[in-house]
Nanobody, 119 residues
Framework: QVQLVESGGGLVQAGGSLKLACATS????????MGWFRQAPGKEREFVAA????????YYADSVKGRFTISKNSAKNTVYLQMNSLKPEDTAVYLC????????????WGQGTQVTVSS
C-alpha cells in the first residue's frame, strides 16, 4: 500500500513563496519516482514537476521552470516542492504522486493540498 500525505498549502500573495511536502514510507521513497501535479477549478490536472527515485533526475513543466524546485529528504522520507515567485495562475490543488516510471502515468496519489495565490 502506497500512502502519500501532502502538507504545506495555504494562501499567499503574488510574488510570495510556499513549500509543499509529501511524506511517504521508506519503501516508496527509495524505490518510486515522485511527482507533483495540480488541478485548478474547471481545468484538467496538469504535471508540475517530478524527481527520480534516486534524486538524480528532475524535470519541470515549462510554466514553473525557474520558479519551482523539487527535492527529496531521505532522512524524512519526504519530497518537497519549493514554489517561489508565485502567480495567481498557480492557484490549484497540488497533488503528490508516485510511480515506478519517472515519466509514466502515475499510479498512486495523495489527497492534495490547496494553494491559493492572491493578486
Amino acid at each position: 500500500q502506497v500512502q502519500l500525505v501532502e502538507s504545506g498549502g495555504g494562501l499567499v500573495q503574488a510574488g510570495g513563496s510556499l513549500k509543499l511536502a509529501c511524506a511517504t514510507s521508506r519503501r516508496t521513497f527509495s524505490t518510486y519516482a515522485m511527482g507533483w501535479f495540480r488541478q485548478a477549478p474547471g481545468k484538467e490536472r496538469e504535471f508540475v514537476a517530478a524527481i527520480s527515485w534516486n534524486g538524480v533526475t528532475t524535470y519541470y513543466a515549462d510554466s514553473v521552470k525557474g520558479r519551482f524546485t523539487i527535492s527529496k529528504n531521505s532522512a524524512k522520507n519526504t519530497v518537497y516542492l519549493q514554489m517561489n515567485s508565485l502567480k495567481p495562475e498557480d492557484t490549484a490543488v497540488y497533488l503528490c504522486a508516485a510511480d515506478q516510471s519517472l515519466r509514466g502515468t502515475y499510479a498512486y496519489w495523495g489527497q492534495g493540498t490547496q494553494v491559493t495565490v492572491s493578486s
